[in-house]
DNA sequence: GTCTATAAGGCGATAGAC
DNA sequence: GTCTATCGCCTTATAGAC
């Protein structure tokens, strides 16, 4: 446990009052109450709201975007999406979901400058769901019902909604049906052939 | 074109606000100047914010619930999916998402009555996805990959996150690939054989 | 039912002392 | 770097005239 310098307590506390709140749903004095400064002290450090934001979606995007490529393309594809779901298993059911999807909501308020970054976080987890579900599928383990990239944009889709769902319902559990789609979409596993009884 | 009355006009324009901009991200200024009243009248009509909301989200609920009600169980499974979509389908693209999906990243601020019909206004739609998933399967005229249930949670909120994708990227055919992947589970096509070319 | 006027407090942001 | 003090504006909500 190595102490943070304000800033990074401010960013941290940033981070999650918005997977909590959403950017419209926190105020300095909230933020400056967690830290334990006053509200100009922010201002210091993040001149305007928005400086605050571009500092927070840039780093939540690089860590959840850093991870994705850390993985090991060379594990088998089964193994690679679990490592892939792990950060979303491990946040289901809790009361924050995740940054770019809750800003996503809000890109009424948002600057183009945090417009792009949304967009390309986006992108590069769909490409990676897509080159993951195309290899599999070439690789002859398993039947796609529809186009590589349709199920990534599906099933990415269906795990920053879990999250939402998982909140509401306050069942962490309500993650594994989209888990399941991905982890069954790339697996071998016994496929049945048409005709044959579940 | 019937001439609606304030309250009417209200309950409408509060809607759009809502699905445009959050519980939290709109005011009761902005409300009045669209309807051409002043916000005290508002009150009049609506004596909180809560009340505002409560009614919007039982009048929006109301409408999807009961198109989805609506649709005649005894059409052929793919005819019953595409009528399913096309308030979905309609919807992508444009500035406005689902008022469900969107006060469901608002949860923190919601009272407990709001909490009880968006949870309703997911059960509904994930009830009717697997019974007509389910009915499709047993007709033997599809292969699902995961249990009907499990699929049906993951194709609506992919469709929950789709609208909120095809706004970000101003691109209404990013609502395609999830409706490409439930017409596909519901429909016999010429189901590949495990192992055929795709 | 709709208006004017106003209350009481929250908001992001700034100036200037220390 | 952090503080106190303050600005101007916005917010939901209410009282009372018409």
């Not at 999807?101 to 948002?110: D, H, K, Q, W, Y």
């Not at 889709?157 to 982890?183: H, K, N």
Request: hydrophobic share 45%; aromatic share 8%.
């Amino acid at each position: 446990m190595t102490t943070q310098s304000v800033r990074e307590q401010l960013l941290e506390h940033t981070l999650l009052l918005v997977r909590q709140r959403g950017f419209n749903g926190f105020s300095y004095r909230d933020l400056a109450e967690r830290v334990g400064v006053k509200t100009s002290s922010i201002h210091y450090h993040f001149p305007s709201k928005e400086d605050l934001l571009q500092a927070a979606v840039t780093e939540y995007s690089a860590r959840i975007c850093g991870h994705v490529r850390g993985i090991d393309t060379g594990l088998p594809a089964e193994a690679q999406a679990r490592a892939y779901l792990e950060p979303w298993l491990a946040t289901a059911g809790g009361d924050a979901i995740c940054l770019v999807g809750m800003l996503s909501a809000e890109t009424a308020f948002l600057p183009e400058g945090v417009h792009r970054i949304l967009k390309d976080f986006y992108r590069l987890n769909e490409a990676w769901l897509t080159r993951l579900l195309a290899s599999a599928q070439a690789a002859r383990r398993t039947l796609l019902p529809i186009p590589p990239q349709a199920l990534a944009q599906a099933v990415f889709g269906a795990l920053q909604s879990g999250l939402v769902v998982a909140r509401l319902f306050g069942a962490p559990e309500r993650i594994e049906a989209t888990a399941t789609l991905l982890i069954a979409s790339v697996t071998p596993s016994r496929s049945r052939a048409p005709g044959e009884p579940a």
